[in-house]
Protein backbone atom coordinates (compact mmCIF):
# COMPACT_ATOMS: atom_id res chain seq x y z
CA UNK A 1 0.00 0.00 0.00
CA UNK A 2 1.07 3.49 -0.87
CA UNK A 3 -0.25 6.51 -0.54
CA UNK A 4 0.86 9.15 -3.27
CA UNK A 5 1.04 12.84 -3.60
CA UNK A 6 0.06 15.10 -6.57
CA UNK A 7 0.69 18.78 -5.71
CA UNK A 8 -0.36 20.80 -7.45
CA UNK A 9 -2.69 19.56 -9.96
CA UNK A 10 -1.35 21.42 -12.77
CA UNK A 11 -3.02 22.24 -16.18
CA UNK A 12 -6.18 23.57 -14.45
CA UNK A 13 -7.11 27.15 -12.67
CA UNK A 14 -6.77 27.33 -9.56
CA UNK A 15 -4.50 25.50 -6.82
CA UNK A 16 -5.69 21.71 -6.25
CA UNK A 17 -4.03 18.95 -4.52
CA UNK A 18 -4.57 14.84 -4.56
CA UNK A 19 -3.88 12.31 -2.34
CA UNK A 20 -4.63 9.08 -3.16
CA UNK A 21 -3.98 5.59 -1.22
CA UNK A 22 -2.79 2.77 -3.58
CA UNK A 23 -3.51 -0.99 -3.18
CA UNK A 24 -2.62 -3.46 -5.70
CA UNK A 25 -2.16 -1.27 -8.39
CA UNK A 26 -5.70 0.46 -7.95
CA UNK A 27 -6.93 3.41 -5.56
CA UNK A 28 -8.96 2.11 -2.94
CA UNK A 29 -8.88 5.66 -1.38
CA UNK A 30 -8.95 9.56 -2.20
CA UNK A 31 -8.55 13.11 -0.44
CA UNK A 32 -9.18 16.45 -2.83
CA UNK A 33 -7.90 19.45 -0.87
CA UNK A 34 -8.31 22.86 -2.27
CA UNK A 35 -5.46 24.72 -0.77
CA UNK A 36 -6.21 28.70 -1.07
CA UNK A 37 -8.86 30.00 1.63
CA UNK A 38 -12.21 31.11 0.44
CA UNK A 39 -13.61 34.54 1.31
CA UNK A 40 -15.27 36.13 -1.50
CA UNK A 41 -18.40 36.29 -0.14
CA UNK A 42 -17.15 38.81 2.37
CA UNK A 43 -15.94 41.57 -0.08
CA UNK A 44 -19.45 41.91 -1.19
CA UNK A 45 -21.36 42.56 1.73
CA UNK A 46 -22.45 45.75 2.22
CA UNK A 47 -22.07 46.98 -1.72
CA UNK A 48 -24.41 47.95 -3.92
CA UNK A 49 -26.14 44.71 -5.51
CA UNK A 50 -26.41 46.09 -9.02
CA UNK A 51 -22.26 46.77 -8.43
CA UNK A 52 -22.01 42.40 -7.70
CA UNK A 53 -21.61 41.06 -10.69
CA UNK A 54 -18.49 43.25 -11.50
CA UNK A 55 -16.75 41.79 -8.38
CA UNK A 56 -18.30 37.92 -8.92
CA UNK A 57 -17.07 38.17 -12.59
CA UNK A 58 -13.41 38.44 -11.34
CA UNK A 59 -13.66 35.17 -9.15
CA UNK A 60 -11.93 33.91 -11.94
CA UNK A 61 -9.77 34.53 -14.55
CA UNK A 62 -11.82 31.78 -16.82
CA UNK A 63 -15.41 31.72 -16.07
CA UNK A 64 -15.76 34.92 -15.97
CA UNK A 65 -19.05 35.78 -18.07
CA UNK A 66 -20.97 33.20 -16.24
CA UNK A 67 -20.30 34.27 -13.19
CA UNK A 68 -21.50 38.06 -13.94
CA UNK A 69 -24.66 36.13 -15.78
CA UNK A 70 -25.82 34.64 -12.36
CA UNK A 71 -25.12 37.90 -10.04
CA UNK A 72 -27.50 39.79 -12.50
CA UNK A 73 -29.58 37.20 -12.48
CA UNK A 74 -29.67 37.21 -8.80
CA UNK A 75 -30.08 40.24 -7.74
CA UNK A 76 -33.12 40.49 -10.62
CA UNK A 77 -35.09 37.58 -8.90
CA UNK A 78 -34.58 39.52 -5.96
CA UNK A 79 -36.08 42.91 -7.21
CA UNK A 80 -38.87 41.17 -9.71
CA UNK A 81 -36.84 42.65 -13.14
CA UNK A 82 -37.13 41.40 -16.37
CA UNK A 83 -35.27 41.15 -19.14
CA UNK A 84 -36.19 42.43 -22.99
CA UNK A 85 -35.58 39.30 -25.58
CA UNK A 86 -32.74 41.08 -27.18
CA UNK A 87 -30.88 40.99 -24.17
CA UNK A 88 -31.54 37.54 -23.41
CA UNK A 89 -30.89 36.77 -26.33
CA UNK A 90 -27.04 37.93 -26.53
CA UNK A 91 -27.07 37.05 -22.71
CA UNK A 92 -26.76 33.31 -25.05
CA UNK A 93 -24.64 34.48 -27.46
CA UNK A 94 -22.46 35.20 -25.15
CA UNK A 95 -22.71 32.18 -23.35
CA UNK A 96 -22.32 29.68 -25.89
CA UNK A 97 -19.02 32.31 -27.22
CA UNK A 98 -17.43 31.26 -23.59
CA UNK A 99 -18.44 27.54 -23.92
CA UNK A 100 -17.24 26.88 -27.18
CA UNK A 101 -13.35 28.62 -26.29
CA UNK A 102 -13.38 27.40 -22.72
CA UNK A 103 -14.13 23.51 -23.91
CA UNK A 104 -11.46 23.62 -26.83
CA UNK A 105 -8.94 25.07 -24.43
CA UNK A 106 -9.57 22.54 -21.84
CA UNK A 107 -9.64 19.93 -24.55
CA UNK A 108 -6.34 20.76 -26.50
CA UNK A 109 -4.54 22.81 -23.72
CA UNK A 110 -5.19 21.35 -20.08
CA UNK A 111 -6.43 17.83 -20.84
CA UNK A 112 -5.40 15.88 -24.19
CA UNK A 113 -1.76 15.73 -23.20
CA UNK A 114 -2.89 13.33 -20.48
CA UNK A 115 -3.82 10.92 -23.75
CA UNK A 116 -1.17 12.84 -26.13
CA UNK A 117 2.39 11.65 -26.18
CA UNK A 118 4.01 14.81 -27.48
CA UNK A 119 7.47 13.60 -27.85
CA UNK A 120 6.45 10.94 -29.87
CA UNK A 121 5.08 13.14 -32.64
CA UNK A 122 9.14 13.29 -33.39
CA UNK A 123 9.10 9.53 -34.80
CA UNK A 124 5.73 10.54 -36.93
CA UNK A 125 5.34 9.89 -40.27
CA UNK A 126 3.94 13.40 -41.52
CA UNK A 127 3.01 11.73 -44.96
CA UNK A 128 0.50 8.80 -42.79
CA UNK A 129 -0.14 12.22 -40.84
CA UNK A 130 -2.20 13.80 -43.65
CA UNK A 131 -3.62 10.34 -45.12
CA UNK A 132 -5.49 10.36 -41.37
CA UNK A 133 -6.31 13.71 -41.25
CA UNK A 134 -8.15 13.59 -44.21
CA UNK A 135 -9.41 10.43 -43.65
CA UNK A 136 -11.67 11.83 -40.40
CA UNK A 137 -12.01 15.41 -41.79
CA UNK A 138 -12.21 18.18 -44.59
CA UNK A 139 -10.20 21.04 -42.47
CA UNK A 140 -7.78 22.29 -45.17
CA UNK A 141 -4.99 22.04 -42.99
CA UNK A 142 -4.14 18.05 -43.88
CA UNK A 143 -0.68 18.31 -46.58
CA UNK A 144 2.14 16.48 -45.28
CA UNK A 145 4.61 19.30 -45.64
CA UNK A 146 2.50 20.93 -43.30
CA UNK A 147 2.90 18.25 -40.34
CA UNK A 148 6.26 17.96 -41.42
CA UNK A 149 6.89 21.75 -40.57
CA UNK A 150 4.70 21.36 -37.02
CA UNK A 151 7.19 18.34 -36.63
CA UNK A 152 10.26 20.52 -36.70
CA UNK A 153 9.08 23.19 -34.31
CA UNK A 154 8.66 20.74 -31.69
CA UNK A 155 12.17 19.48 -32.64
CA UNK A 156 13.61 22.49 -31.78
CA UNK A 157 11.95 22.68 -28.91
CA UNK A 158 13.61 19.44 -27.69
CA UNK A 159 16.79 19.72 -29.60
CA UNK A 160 17.25 23.19 -27.26
CA UNK A 161 16.81 21.43 -23.98
CA UNK A 162 13.80 23.85 -23.23
CA UNK A 163 10.27 21.37 -24.17
CA UNK A 164 8.58 25.06 -23.55
CA UNK A 165 4.88 24.80 -23.37
CA UNK A 166 5.48 20.93 -23.12
CA UNK A 167 7.90 20.48 -20.90
CA UNK A 168 7.12 18.13 -17.44
CA UNK A 169 4.91 16.03 -19.37
CA UNK A 170 4.91 12.02 -18.36
CA UNK A 171 6.32 11.80 -22.21
CA UNK A 172 7.12 7.98 -22.80
CA UNK A 173 4.68 6.46 -20.12
CA UNK A 174 3.32 2.62 -20.98
CA UNK A 175 -0.30 4.41 -20.08
CA UNK A 176 0.32 6.24 -24.05
CA UNK A 177 -1.23 4.16 -26.65
CA UNK A 178 -1.07 6.49 -29.83
CA UNK A 179 0.72 6.03 -32.39
CA UNK A 180 3.41 8.51 -33.53
CA UNK A 181 1.01 10.12 -36.44
CA UNK A 182 -1.94 10.86 -34.67
CA UNK A 183 0.29 12.44 -31.23
CA UNK A 184 1.81 14.64 -34.35
CA UNK A 185 -2.03 15.35 -35.70
CA UNK A 186 -3.04 16.47 -31.54
CA UNK A 187 0.38 18.46 -31.43
CA UNK A 188 -0.33 20.42 -34.66
CA UNK A 189 -4.10 21.20 -33.46
CA UNK A 190 -2.91 22.41 -30.46
CA UNK A 191 -1.12 25.27 -31.71
CA UNK A 192 -3.87 25.58 -34.03
CA UNK A 193 -6.21 25.96 -31.20
CA UNK A 194 -4.06 28.56 -29.89
CA UNK A 195 -4.67 30.73 -32.51
CA UNK A 196 -8.43 30.43 -33.19
CA UNK A 197 -9.68 30.53 -29.41
CA UNK A 198 -8.49 34.27 -29.14
CA UNK A 199 -11.11 34.78 -32.26
CA UNK A 200 -14.16 33.21 -30.69
CA UNK A 201 -14.29 35.97 -27.34
CA UNK A 202 -14.42 38.57 -29.66
CA UNK A 203 -18.28 38.21 -29.51
CA UNK A 204 -17.78 39.37 -25.53
CA UNK A 205 -15.81 42.43 -26.69
CA UNK A 206 -18.64 42.92 -29.45
CA UNK A 207 -21.12 42.03 -26.94
CA UNK A 208 -19.76 43.15 -23.49
CA UNK A 209 -16.94 45.34 -24.52
CA UNK A 210 -13.94 43.60 -23.58
CA UNK A 211 -12.89 39.97 -23.04
CA UNK A 212 -11.96 38.75 -20.15
CA UNK A 213 -14.50 40.35 -17.72
CA UNK A 214 -17.09 41.66 -19.97
CA UNK A 215 -19.50 44.41 -18.64
CA UNK A 216 -23.04 43.06 -17.72
CA UNK A 217 -26.36 45.11 -16.81
CA UNK A 218 -28.82 44.63 -14.23
CA UNK A 219 -32.46 44.30 -16.51
CA UNK A 220 -29.94 43.61 -19.58
CA UNK A 221 -27.37 44.18 -21.75
CA UNK A 222 -24.81 46.92 -21.63
CA UNK A 223 -24.96 47.80 -25.25
CA UNK A 224 -27.30 49.40 -28.15
CA UNK A 225 -28.46 48.78 -30.86
CA UNK A 226 -28.60 50.42 -33.93
CA UNK A 227 -28.09 49.23 -37.72
CA UNK A 228 -26.58 52.75 -38.65
CA UNK A 229 -24.90 53.64 -35.32
CA UNK A 230 -21.18 53.81 -35.55
CA UNK A 231 -20.87 53.21 -31.83
CA UNK A 232 -23.76 51.07 -31.83
CA UNK A 233 -24.14 47.37 -32.24
CA UNK A 234 -24.66 48.09 -35.92
CA UNK A 235 -24.47 45.96 -39.23
CA UNK A 236 -20.96 45.55 -39.54
CA UNK A 237 -20.83 44.16 -35.85
CA UNK A 238 -23.59 41.96 -36.61
CA UNK A 239 -21.71 40.29 -39.30
CA UNK A 240 -18.54 40.13 -37.60
CA UNK A 241 -20.13 38.12 -34.94
CA UNK A 242 -21.61 35.80 -37.80
CA UNK A 243 -18.27 35.23 -39.39
CA UNK A 244 -16.83 34.11 -35.31
CA UNK A 245 -19.80 31.68 -35.00
CA UNK A 246 -19.42 30.17 -38.40
CA UNK A 247 -15.39 29.60 -37.78
CA UNK A 248 -16.54 28.41 -34.36
CA UNK A 249 -18.91 25.62 -35.96
CA UNK A 250 -16.26 24.67 -38.57
CA UNK A 251 -13.50 24.48 -35.90
CA UNK A 252 -15.85 22.30 -33.61
CA UNK A 253 -17.20 20.48 -36.26
CA UNK A 254 -13.94 19.70 -38.58
CA UNK A 255 -11.18 19.72 -35.73
CA UNK A 256 -12.26 19.25 -32.28
CA UNK A 257 -14.69 16.38 -32.59
CA UNK A 258 -12.63 14.17 -35.12
CA UNK A 259 -10.14 14.69 -32.84
CA UNK A 260 -11.68 13.57 -30.04
CA UNK A 261 -13.51 10.14 -32.00
CA UNK A 262 -10.14 9.90 -33.12
CA UNK A 263 -8.40 9.87 -29.64
CA UNK A 264 -11.31 8.16 -27.65
CA UNK A 265 -10.79 4.97 -30.04
CA UNK A 266 -7.53 4.16 -28.99
CA UNK A 267 -8.44 4.60 -24.94
CA UNK A 268 -11.92 2.46 -25.13
CA UNK A 269 -10.73 0.69 -21.60
CA UNK A 270 -11.21 4.18 -20.00
CA UNK A 271 -14.94 3.63 -20.60
CA UNK A 272 -14.69 1.63 -17.23
CA UNK A 273 -12.65 3.80 -15.23
CA UNK A 274 -13.28 6.77 -13.61
CA UNK A 275 -17.29 6.68 -13.14
CA UNK A 276 -17.77 7.91 -9.52
CA UNK A 277 -20.82 9.57 -8.26
CA UNK A 278 -24.30 8.06 -9.96
CA UNK A 279 -26.01 11.98 -9.11
CA UNK A 280 -26.28 14.52 -11.46
CA UNK A 281 -27.56 17.70 -11.18
CA UNK A 282 -27.48 20.33 -13.72
CA UNK A 283 -29.52 24.14 -12.98
CA UNK A 284 -29.95 24.14 -17.26
CA UNK A 285 -29.72 27.50 -18.96
CA UNK A 286 -30.12 28.93 -22.18
CA UNK A 287 -33.21 29.82 -22.71
CA UNK A 288 -35.73 30.28 -25.82
CA UNK A 289 -38.69 31.78 -24.03
CA UNK A 290 -37.39 33.82 -20.87
CA UNK A 291 -35.22 32.47 -18.05
CA UNK A 292 -38.38 32.17 -16.01
CA UNK A 293 -39.52 29.24 -18.14
CA UNK A 294 -36.80 26.64 -17.34
CA UNK A 295 -38.74 24.10 -19.44
CA UNK A 296 -37.67 26.09 -22.66
CA UNK A 297 -33.77 25.79 -21.39
CA UNK A 298 -31.85 24.50 -24.14
CA UNK A 299 -29.75 22.16 -21.29
CA UNK A 300 -32.72 21.15 -19.46
CA UNK A 301 -32.76 21.43 -15.34
CA UNK A 302 -33.10 18.56 -13.29
CA UNK A 303 -31.61 15.93 -11.07
CA UNK A 304 -30.67 12.41 -11.77
CA UNK A 305 -30.35 9.65 -8.96
CA UNK A 306 -28.54 6.51 -8.90
CA UNK A 307 -28.15 7.19 -12.60
CA UNK A 308 -31.67 6.44 -12.85
CA UNK A 309 -32.40 7.92 -16.64
CA UNK A 310 -36.00 7.21 -16.43
CA UNK A 311 -36.74 9.66 -13.87
CA UNK A 312 -35.60 13.48 -13.75
CA UNK A 313 -35.84 15.33 -10.17
CA UNK A 314 -37.30 18.95 -10.30
CA UNK A 315 -34.61 22.05 -8.89
CA UNK A 316 -35.68 24.58 -7.01
CA UNK A 317 -32.55 26.58 -5.75
CA UNK A 318 -34.93 28.51 -3.46
CA UNK A 319 -35.89 25.45 -1.18
CA UNK A 320 -34.19 25.84 1.97
CA UNK A 321 -34.16 21.91 2.41
CA UNK A 322 -33.16 21.18 -1.19
CA UNK A 323 -29.21 22.62 -1.30
CA UNK A 324 -26.95 22.62 1.71
CA UNK A 325 -23.12 23.15 2.63
CA UNK A 326 -21.07 21.38 4.91
CA UNK A 327 -17.62 21.98 6.56
CA UNK A 328 -17.24 18.82 8.44
CA UNK A 329 -13.96 18.51 6.58
CA UNK A 330 -13.04 21.99 5.31
CA UNK A 331 -11.16 24.86 7.35
CA UNK A 332 -14.48 26.77 8.30
CA UNK A 333 -16.95 27.25 11.06
CA UNK A 334 -20.38 27.73 11.59
CA UNK A 335 -22.10 28.84 14.54
CA UNK A 336 -24.32 25.62 14.40
CA UNK A 337 -21.11 23.27 14.75
CA UNK A 338 -19.61 21.14 12.04
CA UNK A 339 -22.37 19.20 11.50
CA UNK A 340 -24.92 22.25 10.53
CA UNK A 341 -25.75 22.15 7.19
CA UNK A 342 -26.55 25.69 5.75
CA UNK A 343 -28.95 26.68 3.00
CA UNK A 344 -26.68 29.29 0.88
CA UNK A 345 -29.09 32.14 1.94
CA UNK A 346 -28.08 31.95 5.73
CA UNK A 347 -24.46 30.92 4.45
CA UNK A 348 -21.61 32.05 6.80
CA UNK A 349 -18.00 32.45 5.51
CA UNK A 350 -16.18 32.51 8.69
CA UNK A 351 -12.72 31.37 8.93
CA UNK A 352 -11.22 28.51 11.37
CA UNK A 353 -7.47 28.57 10.77
CA UNK A 354 -6.05 25.81 11.68
CA UNK A 355 -5.00 24.32 8.23
CA UNK A 356 -1.80 22.99 7.83
CA UNK A 357 1.58 25.24 6.84
CA UNK A 358 3.89 23.65 4.68
CA UNK A 359 6.48 21.83 4.46
CA UNK A 360 3.90 18.91 5.78
CA UNK A 361 3.56 15.45 4.67
CA UNK A 362 -0.21 14.08 4.41
CA UNK A 363 -3.27 16.02 4.98
CA UNK A 364 -5.39 15.67 8.52
CA UNK A 365 -8.02 13.17 6.57
CA UNK A 366 -10.01 12.58 10.07
CA UNK A 367 -10.06 16.13 10.29
CA UNK A 368 -10.24 19.23 8.24
CA UNK A 369 -8.11 18.82 5.04
CA UNK A 370 -9.31 21.65 2.71
CA UNK A 371 -10.54 25.23 2.01
CA UNK A 372 -13.93 24.14 -0.15
CA UNK A 373 -17.27 23.78 1.25
CA UNK A 374 -19.33 20.28 0.92
CA UNK A 375 -22.44 21.27 -0.81
CA UNK A 376 -25.23 18.24 -1.11
CA UNK A 377 -28.78 18.09 -3.36
CA UNK A 378 -31.57 16.90 -0.42
CA UNK A 379 -28.28 14.85 1.47
CA UNK A 380 -26.48 13.41 -1.61
CA UNK A 381 -23.16 13.98 -3.09
CA UNK A 382 -23.51 15.69 -6.62
CA UNK A 383 -21.50 15.72 -10.26
CA UNK A 384 -21.80 18.43 -12.02
CA UNK A 385 -20.34 19.44 -15.40
CA UNK A 386 -21.08 18.53 -18.95
CA UNK A 387 -21.70 14.85 -18.60
CA UNK A 388 -24.56 16.19 -16.11
CA UNK A 389 -25.91 18.14 -18.82
CA UNK A 390 -26.17 15.89 -21.29
CA UNK A 391 -27.57 13.15 -18.82
CA UNK A 392 -30.46 15.16 -17.74
CA UNK A 393 -31.03 16.32 -21.32
CA UNK A 394 -30.87 12.60 -22.44
CA UNK A 395 -33.53 12.34 -19.71
CA UNK A 396 -35.39 14.56 -20.03
CA UNK A 397 -36.17 13.62 -24.17
CA UNK A 398 -34.12 16.01 -25.60
CA UNK A 399 -34.03 14.75 -29.10
CA UNK A 400 -30.73 16.95 -30.16
CA UNK A 401 -28.99 15.65 -27.30
CA UNK A 402 -30.03 12.07 -27.83
CA UNK A 403 -29.17 12.52 -31.50
CA UNK A 404 -25.29 13.78 -30.23
CA UNK A 405 -24.94 10.53 -28.21
CA UNK A 406 -25.73 7.97 -30.13
CA UNK A 407 -23.98 9.30 -33.07
CA UNK A 408 -20.69 9.56 -30.57
CA UNK A 409 -21.20 5.74 -28.95
CA UNK A 410 -22.32 3.88 -32.37
CA UNK A 411 -18.79 5.51 -34.16
CA UNK A 412 -17.27 4.41 -31.16
CA UNK A 413 -19.01 1.37 -30.76
CA UNK A 414 -19.82 1.21 -27.44
CA UNK A 415 -22.85 1.03 -24.99
CA UNK A 416 -24.29 4.31 -23.29
CA UNK A 417 -22.91 2.92 -20.03
CA UNK A 418 -20.08 4.07 -21.42
CA UNK A 419 -20.59 7.72 -20.44
CA UNK A 420 -20.41 7.03 -16.88
CA UNK A 421 -16.81 6.99 -16.95
CA UNK A 422 -13.63 9.48 -17.49
CA UNK A 423 -14.25 8.98 -21.10
CA UNK A 424 -17.47 9.46 -21.20
CA UNK A 425 -16.91 12.64 -19.05
CA UNK A 426 -14.03 13.79 -22.05
CA UNK A 427 -16.46 13.19 -24.79
CA UNK A 428 -19.44 14.76 -23.45
CA UNK A 429 -18.08 17.88 -23.09
CA UNK A 430 -16.98 17.75 -26.94
CA UNK A 431 -20.45 16.81 -27.88
CA UNK A 432 -22.12 19.77 -25.86
CA UNK A 433 -19.63 21.96 -27.32
CA UNK A 434 -20.93 20.13 -31.11
CA UNK A 435 -24.39 21.72 -29.42
CA UNK A 436 -23.37 24.88 -28.36
CA UNK A 437 -22.21 25.99 -31.81
CA UNK A 438 -25.32 25.17 -33.47
CA UNK A 439 -26.89 26.87 -30.99
CA UNK A 440 -24.86 29.85 -31.08
CA UNK A 441 -26.02 30.35 -35.07
CA UNK A 442 -29.79 29.85 -34.01
CA UNK A 443 -29.39 32.63 -30.78
CA UNK A 444 -27.86 34.78 -33.58
CA UNK A 445 -30.61 34.39 -36.10
CA UNK A 446 -33.32 35.51 -33.83
CA UNK A 447 -31.85 38.12 -32.78
CA UNK A 448 -31.35 39.21 -36.24
CA UNK A 449 -34.79 38.68 -37.09
CA UNK A 450 -36.07 40.45 -33.66
CA UNK A 451 -34.43 43.67 -35.20
CA UNK A 452 -35.29 43.59 -38.41
CA UNK A 453 -38.93 43.52 -36.80
CA UNK A 454 -38.08 46.84 -35.22
CA UNK A 455 -37.29 45.90 -31.86
CA UNK A 456 -34.02 47.22 -31.03
CA UNK A 457 -34.72 47.56 -26.75
CA UNK A 458 -31.44 45.64 -24.85
CA UNK A 459 -32.13 47.08 -21.16
CA UNK A 460 -35.10 47.51 -18.69
CA UNK A 461 -35.38 50.33 -16.43
CA UNK A 462 -38.19 49.21 -14.06
CA UNK A 463 -37.37 48.96 -10.42
CA UNK A 464 -33.74 50.14 -11.41
CA UNK A 465 -33.55 52.87 -8.90
CA UNK A 466 -33.00 51.51 -4.97
CA UNK A 467 -36.16 53.86 -4.16
CA UNK A 468 -38.37 51.43 -5.79
CA UNK A 469 -36.85 48.39 -4.00
CA UNK A 470 -38.27 46.45 -1.11
CA UNK A 471 -36.42 46.84 2.52
CA UNK A 472 -35.32 42.99 2.11
CA UNK A 473 -35.05 41.00 -0.40
CA UNK A 474 -33.75 37.34 -1.61
CA UNK A 475 -32.88 36.53 -4.81
CA UNK A 476 -30.85 33.70 -6.71
CA UNK A 477 -29.64 33.31 -10.12
CA UNK A 478 -28.68 29.75 -11.53
CA UNK A 479 -26.51 28.93 -14.73
CA UNK A 480 -24.26 26.37 -16.29
CA UNK A 481 -20.82 27.12 -16.36
CA UNK A 482 -18.61 25.10 -18.52
CA UNK A 483 -17.44 23.17 -15.09
CA UNK A 484 -20.94 22.64 -14.30
CA UNK A 485 -23.94 24.06 -12.20
CA UNK A 486 -23.34 27.68 -10.80
CA UNK A 487 -25.48 29.74 -8.47
CA UNK A 488 -25.20 33.00 -6.73
CA UNK A 489 -27.34 33.90 -3.95
CA UNK A 490 -28.17 37.23 -2.09
CA UNK A 491 -29.86 38.81 0.70
CA UNK A 492 -30.63 42.46 0.01
CA UNK A 493 -31.30 44.63 3.18
CA UNK A 494 -32.09 48.54 3.42
CA UNK A 495 -30.71 48.55 -0.37
CA UNK A 496 -27.10 46.88 0.10
CA UNK A 497 -25.85 43.78 0.11
CA UNK A 498 -26.36 41.76 3.64
CA UNK A 499 -25.50 38.43 2.61
CA UNK A 500 -23.89 37.21 -0.42
CA UNK A 501 -23.00 33.34 -1.59
CA UNK A 502 -21.57 31.25 -4.53
CA UNK A 503 -21.66 27.92 -4.98
CA UNK A 504 -19.35 27.03 -7.64
CA UNK A 505 -19.09 23.66 -9.91
CA UNK A 506 -16.12 22.93 -8.31
CA UNK A 507 -17.46 23.20 -4.75
CA UNK A 508 -19.80 20.54 -6.02
CA UNK A 509 -17.06 18.34 -7.54
CA UNK A 510 -13.55 18.88 -5.47
CA UNK A 511 -14.87 19.40 -2.16
CA UNK A 512 -14.03 16.88 0.71
CA UNK A 513 -16.17 14.37 2.28
CA UNK A 514 -19.36 15.38 4.16
CA UNK A 515 -20.37 15.00 8.17
CA UNK A 516 -21.30 11.29 6.56
CA UNK A 517 -18.29 10.43 4.84
CA UNK A 518 -19.95 10.55 1.18
CA UNK A 519 -16.95 11.59 -0.83
CA UNK A 520 -17.69 14.41 -3.51
CA UNK A 521 -17.35 13.76 -7.24
CA UNK A 522 -13.37 13.79 -7.41
CA UNK A 523 -12.63 11.45 -4.62
CA UNK A 524 -15.43 9.30 -5.67
CA UNK A 525 -14.60 9.29 -9.33
CA UNK A 526 -11.00 8.29 -8.18
CA UNK A 527 -11.48 5.35 -6.11
CA UNK A 528 -11.19 1.89 -8.92
CA UNK A 529 -8.23 4.20 -11.34
CA UNK A 530 -5.48 1.83 -12.25
CA UNK A 531 -2.08 3.25 -11.36
CA UNK A 532 0.71 2.06 -13.53
CA UNK A 533 3.38 3.79 -12.05
CA UNK A 534 3.02 5.48 -8.56
CA UNK A 535 5.85 7.98 -9.18
CA UNK A 536 4.71 8.61 -12.21
CA UNK A 537 0.60 9.09 -12.06
CA UNK A 538 -0.94 10.05 -15.13
CA UNK A 539 -4.20 8.00 -14.45
CA UNK A 540 -4.95 10.73 -11.49
CA UNK A 541 -4.86 13.59 -14.25
CA UNK A 542 -6.36 11.89 -16.38
CA UNK A 543 -9.81 11.64 -14.24
CA UNK A 544 -9.57 15.18 -12.16
CA UNK A 545 -8.67 16.33 -15.59
CA UNK A 546 -11.74 15.07 -16.98
CA UNK A 547 -13.94 17.49 -14.96
CA UNK A 548 -11.85 20.29 -16.06
CA UNK A 549 -10.99 21.83 -12.21
CA UNK A 550 -11.34 25.13 -12.17
CA UNK A 551 -10.69 26.73 -8.17
CA UNK A 552 -10.10 29.64 -8.24
CA UNK A 553 -13.93 30.65 -7.57
CA UNK A 554 -14.09 27.46 -4.81
CA UNK A 555 -11.32 29.09 -2.86
CA UNK A 556 -9.52 32.87 -2.22
CA UNK A 557 -6.63 34.07 -0.81
CA UNK A 558 -5.74 35.04 2.19
CA UNK A 559 -2.03 34.66 3.73
CA UNK A 560 -1.49 31.98 6.09
CA UNK A 561 -2.14 34.36 9.26
CA UNK A 562 -5.60 34.52 7.92
CA UNK A 563 -5.13 38.32 7.31
CA UNK A 564 -5.84 39.54 3.60
CA UNK A 565 -2.91 40.32 1.36
CA UNK A 566 -4.09 43.28 0.02
CA UNK A 567 -7.42 45.61 0.11
CA UNK A 568 -8.88 48.13 -2.53
CA UNK A 569 -10.69 50.85 -1.94
CA UNK A 570 -13.42 52.31 -3.87
CA UNK A 571 -14.34 55.39 -4.01
Known sequence: MARIVVDPITRIEGHLRIEAVVENGKISEAYS????????????????????????????????????????????????ISVPKNAELIRNLMFCAQYCQDHVVHFYHLHALDWVDVVSALSADP?????????????PKTSPGYFSDIQQRVKTFVESGQLGIFANGYWGHSAYKL??????????????????????????????????????????????????????????????????????????????????????????????????????????????QGYNQPDSFKFPRGAILNRNLNEVHDVNGKDSEEIKEYIAHSWYKY??????????????????????????????????YSWIKTPRWRGNPMEVGPLARLLVGYASGSDEVKDV??????????????????????????????????????????????????????????????????????????????????????????????????VVPSTWNASPKDHNGKRSAYEESLVGTPVANEDAPIEILRTVHSFDPCIACAVHLYDPDGKNIHQITVR
Open 33 to 80: SGTMIRGFEKILKGRDPRDAWAFTERACGVCTTVHALASVRTVEDALK
Open 405 to 502: IHEAIHALQVPVTALFSTLGRTAARGLETRLVARWMKGFYDDLLANIKNGDTRTFNDERWEPDTWPKTAEGVGLTEAPRGALAHWIRIKDKVIDNYQL
Open 335 to 368: AGGDKTGLHPWDGETEFNHTGPKPPYDFLDIDGK
Open 179 to 288: PAEINLLAVAHYLEALEWQKEIVKIHAIFGGKNPHPNYLVGGVPCSINLEEVNAINSERLNHVLKLIKDAMAFVEQVYIPDLMAIAGYYKDWAAVGGGLENYLSYGDLPT
Open 127 to 139: KETSRIARSISKW
